[in-house]
Structure formats: structure tokens, C-alpha cells
């Protein structure tokens, strides 16, 4: 996986959930992985299409959501589990959107869809041309996951054109 191309999604999530929990964040841990992912939590997925495709997970635990969800709008809201999705869904626009700004200025063009909870216990695993980068970010309000899968797409049409010369 190329680190130009996720290097945006984390610095926008850092620098997200920085401003909007008023407190530092810091990046526990960073693996890559080609495995099924497992949802922790609840999560939202958002495709990528375009020059460089893929997705990005955000995922949390309930409470964690809850506690954030609380601290963005700065009082105690009732605990359910609209007001859960809507925290990750809104989340996840906020590190998008810093993120697809970086991956503009690189000079990428794609298609954002909108955020989709992602509702199975697991899927979405890497392939033999994507891995998948799992990263924790540990804030006061507890661990938030970060998933991203991307690749380029015009590698991927060059290598179809090569077979299919071979063929």
C-alpha cells in the first residue's frame, strides 16, 4: 500500500478528532492487514471511486460514540442508538472530508459516496492488489478504529491490459 495515499486519511482523522474532542490524540496502533475486518463496534463505511479507489471504516464502540457524541454537542444527550449512528456517520464526513481535500490537492479526482453503516460482524478484507491499514487513535472519550483500503486504479487497468496482450 502506498503511505501517499492513506497518509491523508490519518493525518485528517488526528487532526479531527483533536479539534473536536478540545484534547490530544495519539495513534496507538498501526497494522496492516489482509485479513477479514471485525467490526468493533459501530461503523461507517464510505466507498472511494475514481482515479484511486477503495473505502475507509470508522469504527467505535457504542459508548465511545456516545461519549463523543456528548462532547460534541457539549451537554448529556439521551443515550440511543440514532444518535450513535449519526455521531459516526458525522465523524466519518469530518475525516473525509479534510482527507479528500489532501487528495485533491495531489492532484487525484474520485467520487465520495456518502457514509453507510456498515452493519456485519465482518467483511471487507484486503485483496491481492489492496491491503487494508487498521489504525487505533486513542482519545479521551476512548479507542476510535480507522480502516483504509485504497489503491490506484489506472495500476489496475495497465496490469488487466498486460494479460489481456498475453493472452
Known amino acids: 500500500m502506498r503511505m501517499e495515499l492513506i497518509q491523508p486519511f490519518i493525518n485528517a482523522a488526528d487532526a479531527v478528532f483533536a479539534e473536536a474532542l478540545q484534547a490530544p490524540t495519539k495513534i496507538a496502533d498501526l497494522s496492516m492487514d489482509e485479513d477479514t475486518y471485525r467490526r468493533k463496534?459501530?461503523?461507517?463505511?464510505?466507498?472511494?471511486?475514481?482515479?484511486?479507489?477503495?473505502?475507509?471504516?470508522?469504527?467505535?464502540?457504542?459508548?465511545?460514540?456516545?461519549?463523543?457524541?456528548?462532547?460534541?454537542a457539549g451537554a448529556a444527550l439521551p443515550e440511543s442508538e440514532q444518535v450513535i449512528r449519526e455521531t459516526?456517520?458525522?465523524?466519518?464526513?469530518?475525516?473525509?472530508?479534510?482527507?479528500?481535500?489532501?487528495?485533491?490537492?495531489?492532484?487525484?479526482?474520485?467520487?465520495?459516496?456518502?457514509p453507510d453503516i456498515h452493519m456485519s460482524e465482518e467483511g471487507l478484507g484486503g485483496s491481492a492488489d489492496t491491503e487494508a491499514m487498521v489504525l487505533c487513535i486513542e482519545t479521551p472519550c476512548g479507542e476510535i478504529y480507522l480502516n483504509i483500503a485504497m489503491h490506484y486504479l489506472h495500476r489496475r487497468r495497465s496490469e488487466r491490459n498486460t494479460v489481456s496482450t498475453l493472452d
Open 88 to 114: 459516526v456517520c458525522e465523524l466519518a464526513n469530518m475525516v473525509i472530508g479534510n482527507s479528500v481535500t489532501l487528495l485533491n490537492d495531489q492532484g487525484f479526482r474520485f467520487k465520495v459516496f456518502p
Open 41 to 72: 463496534g459501530v461503523a461507517a463505511l464510505i466507498a472511494i471511486k475514481g482515479d484511486i479507489e477503495g473505502r475507509v471504516i470508522l469504527d467505535l464502540a457504542p459508548e465511545v460514540a456516545m461519549r463523543v457524541a456528548n462532547q460534541l
